[in-house]
């Protein structure tokens, strides 16, 4: 069965401060996996999309990795901002119906 | 370029009312999808849509949800008659699918929130 799993589930960091968080999926065949960033009572905006060709991409303060061997996605927040307080999902898109798995988030809070 | 466009934001009915949920997805995308997401979790898909056709509905609770896609663009989704468990928000979602590689870039509605009393 397709699953993405995300750690930790919820995360607090200071200001200021970087953070990782993790995504394990289980999808195949793999196409690519997304990063979105889910504000309270807002819908998930995209972040990042990775192909199975590309480790590493940056949007600003944030990084995702993806290790497509070890089915393994890191996103690194640098530098953290109040802003960032969201819930942060990670989803993977299956190679031919193009299913998309979405994994449950990490909702992580930034405090001054 | 407005982006995906739902309403009502919110809506609040006693159970066994029905109530219907509207989507206007980005101009041009021709893939929609709806998806439930309870508080706490990552979205849940109900339905997805190739222009006008429901290619993927194997999620959708068919004894009381239905769904359209007139003429490939807006979208109604319909809930009769609710039950408490479908409080939820619901998202709505579109693409522009490109071939082959499934990396059109997917873009997501403020959602409807329901409340089932």
Redesign the interface.
Known sequence: KNQ?EQSPQSLIILEGKNCTLQCNYTVSPF??L?W?KQDT??????LT?M?FSENTKSNGRYTATLDADTKQSSLHITASQLSDSASY?C?V???GN???T????T?LTIIP | EAG?VQSPRYKIIEKKQPVAFWCNPISGHNTL?WYLQNL??????LIRYENEEAV?DSQLPKDRFSAERLKGVDSTLKIQPAELGDSAVY?C?SRQ?TSG???G???????S?LTVL
Not at chain 1, 41 to 46: H, K, Q, W
């Open positions: 993405v196409s690519n997304r979105y009572g807002r819908g998930p905006v995209s999309i192909t999902i989803v898109v299956s190679f193009e299913k998309l979405f994994g449950t988030g909702r | 995906v999808y706490g979790q990552g979205p849940e898909l993927d998202l979602a699918r590689s499934g990396s870039e997917l873009f997501f509605g403020e959602g929130r």
